[in-house]
T-cell receptor
Framework: EPEVTQTPSHQVTQMGQEVILRCVPI?????FYWYRQILGQKVEFLVS????????KSEIFDDQFSVERPDGSNFTLKIRSTKLEDSAMYFC?????????????FGPGTRLTVL | KNEVEQSPQNLTAQEGEFITINCSYS?????LHWLQQHPGGGIVSLFM???GKKKHGRLIATINIQEKHSSLHITASHPRDSAVYIC?????????????FGKGTHLIIQP
């Protein structure tokens, strides 16, 4: 069964460093999303991406964040200068033709720890 | 801004019991998702619904758009159903993509 994959599973970085979290969505999906979950808190929407551009972003997704689809398979989230409060689990998700009105398939997540 | 509330926050039940988890939201939505999150953190989509009722195996999800309320039911519960169950709504405002998540219901099914 097709699945969303994410790498790495765990990333440890120093405050101020740049990190890139990688996702491979399901191959025929067109809509891609990033969410984050700070430990013990609820999942929060960061950004959605369609047709090679950001479709919507939340207040959390400030200038420190960027997303890219560098090739036909990967979807990346870059945090330019990490802060302690960026420590969280980051989930990538994808959905098909109907976009947000369709079931979203989630990756296993990347746990980001900022020291 | 939509607020999504779930109840109960925690639920412990015996194997075989019928489980109900409730979700209410404050503004109109175009779709509601029920998700399952296991202790390792992974999230699995269970249902997406915008009206009526859906059933998958022992899981049933219902939604009442007028009352802004949805329920997730588990019949003949089993210890492997132990997980956090999360509802998330998609606002019906134009162009909205982002889901608003509830805090989750932590379910433990004891053998």
């Amino acid at each position: 069964e097709p699945e969303v994959t994410q790498t790495p599973s765990h990333q440890v970085t120093q405050m101020g460093q740049e990190v890139i979290l990688r996702c491979v969505p399901i191959s025929n999906h067109l809509y891609f999303y990033w969410y984050r979950q700070i430990l013990g808190q609820k999942v929060e929407f960061l950004v959605s991406f369609y047709n090679n551009e950001i479709s919507e972003k939340s207040e959390i997704f400030d200038d420190q964040f960027s997303v890219e689809r560098p090739d036909g398979s990967n979807f990346t989230l870059k945090i330019r200068s990490t802060k302690l409060e960026d420590s969280a689990m980051y989930f990538c998700a994808s959905s098909g033709l109907a976009g947000v009105l369709e079931e979203q398939f989630f990756g296993p997540g990347t746990r980001l720890t900022v020291l | 801004k939509n607020e999504v509330e779930q109840s109960p926050q925690n639920l412990t039940a015996q194997e075989g019991e019928f489980i109900t988890i409730n979700c209410s939201y404050s503004v109109g939505i175009s779709a509601l998702h029920w998700l399952q999150q296991h202790p390792g953190g992974g999230i699995v989509s269970l249902f997406m619904l915008s009206s009526g009722k859906k059933k998958h195996g022992r899981l049933i999800a219902t939604i009442n758009i007028q009352e802004k309320h949805s329920s997730l039911h588990i019949t003949a519960s089993h210890p492997r159903d132990s997980a956090v169950y999360i509802c998330a709504g998609l606002d019906s405002g134009g162009g909205a993509d982002g889901l608003t998540f509830g805090k989750g219901t932590h379910l433990i099914i004891q053998p």
